[in-house]
C-alpha cells in the first residue's frame, strides 16, 4: 500500500499546534525531527547513546512528516494546513517561514523503519522507556516502562513527557490516585504505577489513543489498576455527579463506574497551553485539598500565561521544570480549600 507522504518545514516553537493540526486532518501517523546543532548538544545525562548524525534542519525549525491514504484528496489539506499555519501569530504562536511539500512512500519504507532510532532511554535516575521490540536488562532498582506508541503517538522521550514523568518521579510517594489528562500512548499512566500509585484513570478524546494507551496497560500488566476511558476531564466530573445522584435515588448506573473517583490526590496533563487553561477550575474540583497538579506541553513563550493562569485559578505553584524549551508546572491545590 502507498501513502501520500506530507512534509511540513516549520518552527519547533509551534511543534504542539503542527502536530495538532496535522492530526485532526486526519494523518495517520506524524513524525517529527528537530534541528540539533553544536550550540544545542544532545542530552546524555543518563549515559543516551544517539546512533543519528547531527542532521541539517534550519536551527529553530523542525521537520513533520504525516502520512494519508493513498485515496486522500491531498490539495484541500495543504490548502487548509497553510492556511492554518498562516493563523497560528492569532494564538501566540509562529510557524515561521514554513513549507508544504507532498509526495509518495511505500508503507514498508516507513512504518517500521523509524523504531531502529528508538531504543531504551532512562528519562530519571528510576524510569527507562523500553520500546517493546528492544531487549533489556533493567539494573539495581530500574523501572521499566514497555511502550509501543503506535503510528500516531510519540516515544515518551519528548522533553514535554520527559518533565512529566520527572514530576511524578518527585511527587509520588504511594497509593496516590491519579487521573491523567490527554493519555496518548498512556506512559504517564504506566508509569504514575511503576512509581507506587495505587489507580489511575487515563482520559483521552481520541478513540486511537484509548486504544493505543490500552495496548501498552496491558503489556505493562496494569489493566487491572488503570482505567482508559474516551473521556475529558469535565466528562468524568459530570459521570461522577450523575453516579451520586443515581445512586442516592437507589437506581444503579448502567455506564461502567471510574476505579478513580474525584477528588484524587493528582493531576497530569501534558497537552497544549491553550488547553489547560480552559479546564483549570476542573482541575481544582477534581483535586483533594493538598493535590497536586502536574502540567506540560508548554512551550516557553507560553510560561507566563500559564503561570497566570494556575494562580489566578488558585493554585500554587511548586516547582517548574524546564527541558530545552519546554516547561512543566508542578502546581499544589491549597490545603485549606474544599472539604
Known amino acids: 500500500m502507498r501513502w501520500h507522504e506530507l512534509t511540513v518545514l516549520a518552527t519547533e516553537s509551534s511543534q ?7 492530526t485532526e486532518l486526519g494523518a ?7 534541528s ?3 550550540d544545542k548538544p544532545r542530552d546524555t545525562s543518563f549515559g543516551q547513546l544517539y546512533d543519528t548524525p547531527l542532521n541539517d534542519i534550519r536551527p529553530g525549525y523542525a521537520v513533520f512528516k504525516a502520512y494519508f491514504s493513498e485515496d486522500t484528496l491531498m490539495e484541500p489539506i495543504t490548502v487548509e494546513l497553510k492556511a492554518l499555519l498562516a493563523g ?7 510557524a515561521g517561514e514554513f513549507t508544504i511539500e507532498i509526495g509518495d512512500v511505500h508503507q514498508d519504507d516507513w512504518a517500521d523503519a523509524w523504531k531502529q532510532y528508538f531504543k531504551p532511554i532512562a528519562i530519571t535516575d528510576r524510569l527507562t522507556i523500553k520500546p517493546t521490540w528492544e531487549d533489556y536488562t533493567p539494573h539495581g532498582d530500574e523501572l521499566i516502562i514497555e511502550l509501543d506508541p503506535g503510528m500516531a503517538f510519540g516515544t515518551g522521550t519528548h522533553p514535554t513527557t520527559a518533565l512529566c514523568l520527572k514530576a511524578l518521579d518527585n511527587a509520588i510517594t504511594g497509593g496516590e490516585q491519579i487521573i491523567d489528562v490527554g493519555t496518548g500512548s498512556g506512559v504517564l499512566a504506566i508509569g504514575a504505577m511503576k512509581l507506587g500509585a495505587s489507580k489511575v484513570l487515563a482520559l483521552d478524546l481520541d478513540p486511537v489513543a484509548v486504544k493505543c494507551a490500552q495496548e501498552n496497560i496491558e503489556l505493562n500488566g496494569y489493566e487491572k489498576d488503570i482505567e482508559v476511558r474516551l473521556s475529558d476531564l469535565l466528562g468524568v466530573l459530570h459521570e461522577n455527579e450523575n453516579s451520586s445522584e443515581q445512586s442516592t435515588a437507589g437506581e444503579a448506573s448502567s455506564e461502567k463506574t ?3 473517583t474525584p477528588p484524587v490526590d493528582l493531576v497530569v496533563a501534558n497537552i497544549l497551553a491553550e488547553i489547560i487553561l480552559l479546564f483549570l477550575g476542573d482541575v481544582m474540583e477534581v483535586l483533594k485539598p ?3 497538579y502536574i502540567t506540560s506541553g508548554i512551550y516557553k513563550n507560553k510560561e507566563m500565561i500559564v503561570e497566570a493562569g494556575l494562580l489566578a485559578a488558585g493554585f500554587e505553584i511548586i516547582d517548574v521544570l524546564r527541558q530545552e524549551e519546554w516547561i512543566a508546572f508542578v502546581a499544589g491545590k491549597p490545603k485549606g480549600d474544599g472539604q
Do not use: A, N
Open 258 to 260: 471510574v476505579q478513580v
Open 36 to 38: 540539533w546543532s553544536e
Open 16 to 22: 504542539e499546534m503542527v502536530t495538532h493540526y496535522l
Open 28 to 34: 495517520g501517523g506524524v513524525s517529527v525531527e528537530e
Open 88 to 94: 497560528l501569530p492569532e494564538f501566540g504562536y509562529d
Open 290 to 292: 493538598g493535590g497536586i
